[in-house]
């Protein structure tokens, strides 16, 4: 199996406006971007997040798709959607991969690194 070239870069925002911190309810934003660096069309099929709050509590989330699509990503092309999260706790992480089939019909997992939620001044 080649190595896939597929980026993922992931930008986060806290959402004070629709959180409820004296009811445990922190909202977080993300926003991420999905690049194809290789010389061939990638799809992306499915999703496997991870999210952990402080209190080490462990939420997985599977799914085919993204947002409701399963986007072609086009060889030097990215593809970009924003979702969101509750957490109980002011911070947390999220990692997982997300599931991708190449132009031959062969499916690949694309890692995504754990990327921090947390409210302003929480973390230094």
């Not at 690049?35 to 989330?61: C, M, P, S």
């Amino acid at each position: 199996m080649m190595d896939q070239p597929i980026t993922v870069k992931v930008d986060t925002e806290y959402l004070s406006q629709e959180s409820e911190p004296e009811n445990k309810r922190f909202v977080f934003a993300y926003q991420i971007t999905i690049q194809n660096q290789g010389e061939a069309v990638a799809q992306l099929l499915g999703r496997h997040w991870i999210v952990t709050d402080a209190n080490e509590t462990k939420k997985i989330y599977r799914g085919m798709g993204v947002v409701g699509k399963q986007p072609l990503i086009g060889a030097g092309q990215s593809y970009q959607y924003s979702s969101g999260i509750v957490l109980d706790t002011p911070i947390g992480t999220m990692h997982g991969h997300y599931t991708m089939l190449d132009q031959q019909g062969q499916s690949f997992d694309v890692p995504i690194k754990p990327f921090l939620l947390s409210t302003p001044n929480t973390v230094n």
